[in-house]
């Protein structure tokens, strides 16, 4: 019973962000330089963390947010998420947080580097208000320190 009032609840809260916020568009900018001159950040919603992070909540729909390392080694890094099979995720980190294929297009001159901090989320977010109030400024905060030319989105 309990579950059913929560989740109505979250539904509720959903559905008020949406009617605020989803009329809004932002246009997509165009990048004025080539790939190998590019600072490559990357965003995924599959649920990636450091082993050494707190693990997202699930059940509550969690909207905070987890800096990653680009130095990270792929063995430091897990998943929480129970909206999707994780089993390949958690078999290689790569599928979904594809870390060593940037790593490789830098060290190959394909790109210039990749951004410092990375970021890993729970897709599963019904408080989008935390989301736009906590965690998008906390993201934004490190992209306009760290200035990457081209921020890549992954879905979980």
Known sequence: MINKIKEWVFRKIVARSINKYGGER????????????????????????LRSDKP??????DWSVRLI???????DLTVTHTHYDTKAAEEDINTVFPIDALRSLAL??????????????MGYIPRTDKLLKES?????????????????????
């Open 56 to 61: 997202f909540d699930v059940d509550a729909g």
């Open 136 to 156: 998008v400024p906390e993201i934004l905060k490190t992209l306009k320190k760290e200035q990457p030319d081209v921020v890549l989105l992954s879905p979980g």
């Open 69 to 75: 390392p680009s130095d990270s080694k792929t063995s």
């Open 26 to 49: 932002v246009e997509p900018a165009a990048v004025q330089t080539t790939p190998d001159q590019w600072r490559v950040a990357f965003l995924t919603t599959a649920g990636v963390h």
């Open 108 to 121: 190959e001159g394909v790109i210039k580097e990749v951004s410092p901090t990375n970021f890993g989320m």
